[in-house]
């Protein structure tokens, strides 16, 4: 992937104590087949080199005491800065209630996103009104309404019969009345860009004049998302793009290419089917992602997102206090499986690759009912402190829980590294210091 093939040149550079113009030019080109195989754009890849390597051959780079991490410094603060520098926040309304506009070819992730978003919103205490105004497909209202009952986000639809723009004017309408703010448009794509979906989209956007018209667009298209997203834009002024499907992308052209080639900022990304799978977009995070330095943040954001807080504080003074029992290991087992993947979440930190101990934590369902059988089979005193659990001890627990005493250790390993992992949630408390900690 890009980011093996990055963190391999950096760790060539890394390695030298002294830089020269040679070793700075033998690394861009590694860098730059690297982004182009990844599918980025060309123009985009050729001005980023140019710029790096202006950067990298500076005088303060190559007399500093450790020029390879001054060249990975660069890389990073220049892909940063591609991806657009900073996050983009929703444009909100002053006069509630804010249109959001989702546009975007068939299949996209619209729909899909469109749930997403009010779910999003709807984590902020805000009140969002889905909008079926996707009329040629009649599944697609269903698809949507299915989605608005699962999350309790009432869905405005008209039936099939009715023009998109009514149907446009009056959700907002209606939402203005009720009280909903966001307003979130679902439209009609089509296999590919043609008059008649720009003329309507056109109409729609004349009508209610959305704060947000935001481009739905599959990121394992590559560049074609881009030449998508370029379009859109000069048809219709968007004011930013979702990339869908980040999760099953692993070349990452399209993140890397959208903002530089459309000047569009990327404002969330989907990762992944589900209704909480939408991150925002954080331009420095993925940068930091490719370059193998761990997101950090972006799962602490999951954590928090998704645990239960009052839970997590009682866990957190636990850790702190060493009273972190295997009964609470179990409980934060369940906890976390409600948070995704295990091994989603376990990539996401820095060196994740290198902590092969992590690997024993990944959860399935079925190695969840073993560890509940193996914590009922100990007694209070083992489960609040394991330490005192012996080899015969094992082998009672073993016996009584119908598992192995490799099933144990797994679990007491298990426990320990869930121990580590937790430290990493609460160390510093602040994510300020959690930065600090991962440079
Ligand atoms: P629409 O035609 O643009 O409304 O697209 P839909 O919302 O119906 O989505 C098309 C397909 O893409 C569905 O099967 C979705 O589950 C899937 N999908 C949407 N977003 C994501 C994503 O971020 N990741 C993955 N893996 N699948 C997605
Ligand atoms: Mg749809």
Not at 139 to 164: H, T, Y
Not at 237 to 249: P, R
Not at 327 to 343: N, R
Request: aromatic share 4%.
């Amino acid at each position: 992937s890009l980011a093996d093939k990055l963190q391999e040149t950096f760790k060539k550079l890394r390695g030298k104590g002294k830089l020269t113009e040679a070793d700075v030019s033998a690394a861009m080109r590694e860098i730059r087949l690297a982004l182009l195989e990844a599918d980025v754009n060309f123009k985009v890849v050729k001005d980023f080199i140019s710029r790096v390597k202006e950067r990298a051959v500076g005088q303060e780079v190559m007399q500093s005491l450790t020029p390879g991490q001054q060249v990975v410094k660069i890389v990073h603060e220049e892909l940063t800065a591609l991806m657009g520098g900073s996050e983009s926040k929703i444009n909100w309304a002053s006069q509630p209630p804010t249109v959001i506009m989702l546009v975007g070819l068939q299949g996209a992730g619209k729909t899909t996103t469109a749930a997403k978003l009010a779910r999003l919103v709807q984590n902020q205490g805000r009140r969002p009104l889905l909008v079926a105004a996707d009329v040629y497909r009649p599944a697609a209202i269903k698809q949507l309404q299915v989605l608005g009952e699962q999350l309790k986000v009432p869905v405005f639809s008209m039936g099939e019969g009715s023009n998109p723009v009514d149907i446009a004017r009056a959700a907002v309408e209606h939402a203005r009345k009720v009280g909903s703010n966001p307003v979130i448009l679902d439209t009609a794509g089509r296999l590919h860009i043609n008059e008649a979906m720009m003329a309507e989209l056109a109409a729609i956007k004349e009508a209610v004049k959305p704060q947000e018209i935001l481009l739905v667009v599959d990121a394992m298209t590559g560049q074609d998302a881009v030449q998508v997203a370029s379009t859109f834009h000069q048809q219709l002024g968007l004011t930013g793009v979702i990339l869908t499907k980040l999760d099953g992308d692993t070349r990452g052209g399209a993140a890397l290419s959208v903002r530089a080639v459309t000047g569009c900022p990327i404002k969330f990304t989907g990762m992944g089917e589900k209704t909480e799978a939408l991150e925002t977009f954080h331009p420095d995070r993925l940068a930091s992602r490719i370059l193998g330095m761990g997101d950090v943040l972006s799962l602490i954001e999951k954590a928090q997102a998704n645990l239960d807080v009052e839970r997590a504080k009682e866990l957190q003074r636990k850790i702190r206090q060493q009273e972190f029992t295997l009964e609470d290991f179990l409980e934060q087992m369940k906890q976390m499986k409600k948070m995704g993947p295990l091994d989603e979440i376990i990539s996401m930190l820095p060196g994740a690759g290198k902590m092969k101990q992590l690997k024993d934590l990944q959860i399935d369902p079925k190695e969840m009912i073993h560890t509940e059988a193996i914590i009922q089979s100990m007694t209070p005193e083992e489960r609040r402190n394991p330490a005192i659990i012996n080899g015969s001890r094992k082998k009672r627990i073993a016996a009584g829980s119908g598992t192995r005493v490799q099933d144990v250790n797994r679990l007491l390993r298990q426990f320990d590294e869930a121990k580590k992992l937790m430290h990493l949630f609460t160390e510093g408390g602040s994510k300020k210091k959690m930065k600090g900690r991962f440079p």
